[in-house]
């Protein structure tokens, strides 16, 4: 049980262009989704906290017109890079999970390479 | 500094042999996660501790949480190739039970 899917794994697109990136709970419904970024050989930076029908909460430093966070079902979460330039390009990963007292699952994370 | 450091950052050990991974904190903990990580890929969740001193185990990993909350351990028994990969240690530092802080991971290689 527990199992989040994130698609697409893989983007390459051009400067300009808008990213989304999708975040589903398949066994379980998650009240919180967590949108991470990772820099090669680096840790996870928490981006924004959603929890479903409300705004998410961004991080310190994390632009929320850039990065458009959707949680409009316990099931769905979006990500949406907006204008990505290459300095987005990274690997972003969501995390779900039903309740406080449960730990977060992962998605398989989206490399994203923007040219 | 890191509000909760992993060490060491990355280990080479014999197929065979046990290690140990830390992860320490100057803050208490109020709950810790133990999570695998393949390079490009998501994590996989390994276990969870919230009470001091609790220990948990599966097939041969086992993971520790001190009394103090503040430390945690985790071990693996008779390595494997298959254990090779990324282990970070997660933590809700605010009893707020909701975002996790993360350590800065410990890059294991397990050679055959």
């Known amino acids: 049980g527990a199992v989040v899917s994130q698609h697409p794994s893989r983007v390459i697109c051009k400067s300009g262009t808008s990213v989304k990136i999708e975040c589903r709970s398949l066994d379980f419904q998650a009240t919180t989704m967590f949108w991470y970024r990772q820099f090669p050989k680096k840790s996870l930076m928490l981006m924004a906290t959603s929890n479903e029908g409300s705004k998410a909460t961004y991080e310190q430093g994390v632009e929320k017109d850039k990065f458009l966070i959707n949680h409009a079902s316990l099931t769905l979460s979006t990500l949406t890079v907006t204008s990505a330039h290459p300095e987005d390009s990274s690997f972003y990963i969501c995390?779900?999970?039903?309740?406080?007292?449960?730990?977060?699952?992962f998605g398989d994370g989206t490399r994203l390479s923007i040219l | 500094s890191q509000e909760l450091e992993q060490s060491p950052q990355s280990l080479i050990v014999q197929e065979g042999k046990n290690l140990t991974i830390n992860c320490t904190s100057s803050k208490t903990l109020y709950g810790l996660y133990w999570y695998k990580q393949k390079y490009g890929e998501g994590l996989i969740f390994l276990m969870m501790l919230q009470k001091g001193g609790e220990e948990k185990s599966h097939e041969k990993i086992t993971a520790k949480l001190d009394e103090k909350k503040q430390q945690s351990s985790l071990h693996i028994t008779a390595s494997q190739p298959s254990h090779a990969g990324i282990y970070l240690c997660?933590?809700?530092?605010?009893?707020?039970?909701?975002?996790?802080?993360f350590g800065g991971g410990t890059r294991l290689m397990v050679k055959p």
């Open positions: 995390s779900a999970r039903d309740s406080m007292d449960q730990p977060q699952h």
């Open positions: 997660g933590a809700d530092m605010s009893n707020a039970g909701n975002m996790l802080t």
